[in-house]
């Protein structure tokens, strides 16, 4: 009877599931560097980008509800001239072409009076922003009305 030693045998295992691993590592690997390299993707992309008339437009995500007493305080209000003109000049500095603001609509008053501020201010600052419709939460079943009047609101005092 032949009695074997169980950790020679798991450290066997552990090995050749090692060795497995490493060889589908290497192989995957192989792959990276050749994928924006080849010519044709790299000059379907400088094509593009020099149709669209330069670089690629980066925009930030900005969020409208700081100062407003049912957010959390961190310091700063969102209505504050002097905050939006030091955000848009520091998102210039960054590359950053547009702010796209959430925006609710007349359920948030303040954050309209927000995105009516930062509209007013980016286009002084020669800033784009974007108006990000949020639905509601709730389904009390008037969501797509809601929605239009929501719509018809914006057109009419920022589009």
């Known amino acids: 009877m032949r009695v074997r030693d169980h950790r020679k045998a798991g450290s066997n295992f552990e090995m050749k599931r090692f060795q497995i691993l490493l060889l589908i590592l290497i192989v995957v690997a192989s792959f990276i560097p050749s994928g924006c390299n080849q010519a044709n993707v790299r000059q379907a992309i400088e094509k593009h980008i020099s149709e669209t008339g330069g670089s690629p437009k980066i925009v930030a995500d900005y969020q409208p509800w700081f ?3 049912n957010h959390i305080d961190v310091g700063y209000n ?4 002097a905050v939006i003109r030091k955000q848009i000049a520091q998102a ?7 702010f796209v603001v959430d925006w609710y609509g007349d359920r948030h008053p303040f954050l309209d009076r927000s995105y009516a501020l930062m509209q007013r201010i980016a286009a002084q600052e020669t800033f784009h922003v974007a108006l990000m419709y949020d639905e ?3 389904d009390n079943g008037q969501a797509t009305d809601d929605a239009l009047e929501a719509f ?3 057109y009419g005092h920022y589009i």
Do not use: H
Not at 78 to 81: A, E, F, M, V
């Open 136 to 138: 509601t939460q709730e």
């Open 152 to 154: 018809d609101k914006a």
């Open 92 to 98: 210039k500095n960054m590359g950053i072409y547009a």
């Open 67 to 69: 100062g407003d007493r």
């Open 78 to 81: 969102s209505q504050d001239p």
